[in-house]
């Protein structure tokens, strides 16, 4: 049990502060997989311009709540999506509330064994969530952006170790840029039943995106949006299959958009 523990925290990253599909090396089992509720806070008072200038704003807060699902279809094949199904947004003075975008796909699987893992994941988000980018204020970008990318994860024998490498493309659609995203975790397992996970996330757009439609600083939506993140995560073993999850993350730096800092709590199930 405590291996497979070991293979969740290396499958299921932090999906809090943007709902950002993101997994990791090794794949489920087939007819296994897991179900993970999350509520997650994030706030902010900073805004950061593309030439790296810091203004203070109002308070920008969000509250997501969202389920997130993984399964093993087939022994090459695990399927996922995250449903961010209720998100709350306040910012000066004014607030809205919905469903937020959906984001659906597979890893497909190139060397599995116990001790090496390394898949291709193919994921499309699902535009559910209302893209008025108003205030910096959307639930969703009103687009189906496809994300390709490769994880590679190595487990290190002493104390439930591992290290995953994630790196990977957002193909956006219509006038939006694309970009390249990258991603290392480190795991370890000090203790029966707990995990801890440290983990750094860079975003870099390509700046492709039509300028003639798409203001150069506009937000999640600009054309030169870019962060550098630091996240830390425990996962708590409360029995076999039952688990709780704590995570904080804090934008660290960035380009065109909001600075600020999550926390998160979650319940997860294996299936």
């Given amino acids: 049990m405590k291996y497979r523990i070991t293979i969740f925290a290396a499958s299921v990253l932090l999906f809090a502060c943007i709902g950002q599909v993101q997994a990791g090396g090794w794949l489920q089992n087939p007819e296994q997989g897991m179900v993970k509720f999350t509520t997650a806070v994030f706030s902010a008072s900073d805004y950061i ?10 308070e920008y807060e969000t509250l997501t709540t969202s389920l997130y699902f993984e399964y ?10 995250y449903i961010p199904f209720f998100k709350h947004i306040s910012f ?20 599995q064994s116990d001790r090496v893992g390394v898949n291709v994941g193919v994921s499309m988000g699902i535009p ?9 204020m959307a639930l969703g970008n009103g687009e189906y952006p496809l994300y390709i990318s490769m994880q590679a994860a190595h487990s290190i024998p002493f104390a439930g ?40 996330r860079g975003l870099r757009s390509l700046e492709n995106g039509n300028t ?3 203001p150069v ?25 039952v688990g709780l999850s704590f995570a904080w993350e804090k934008m660290l730096d ?7 800092t999550s926390w998160s709590s979650g319940l997860y199930y294996l299936l």
């Fill in 161 to 200: 170790m591992y290290a995953l490498l994630e790196s990977g493309i957002n193909l956006r659609m219509s006038w939006f840029p694309h970009e390249i995203r990258g991603m290392l975790e480190l795991g370890v397992q000090p203790l029966e039943g707990l995990t801890l996970m440290l983990r750094y």
């Fill in 254 to 260: 960035g380009k065109s958009t909001i600075l600020g």
């Fill in 72 to 81: 093993g279809w087939l022994e090459s094949i695990t399927l996922y999506a």
């Fill in 212 to 214: 003639e439609l798409l």
């Fill in 217 to 241: 600083s506009a937000g999640y939506n600009g054309n030169e949006v870019g962060s550098d993140k630091l996240s830390a995560e425990a996962l708590y073993e409360l029995d076999e299959r």
């Fill in 49 to 58: 311009l593309p030439n790296g200038f810091i203004f203070p704003i109002s």
């Fill in 92 to 111: 000066l003075r004014r607030s809205k509330m919905g469903p937020a975008d959906i984001h659906a796909g597979a890893r497909i699987g190139l060397l």
């Fill in 128 to 136: 559910v969530g209302n893209d008025d980018d108003k205030l910096n």
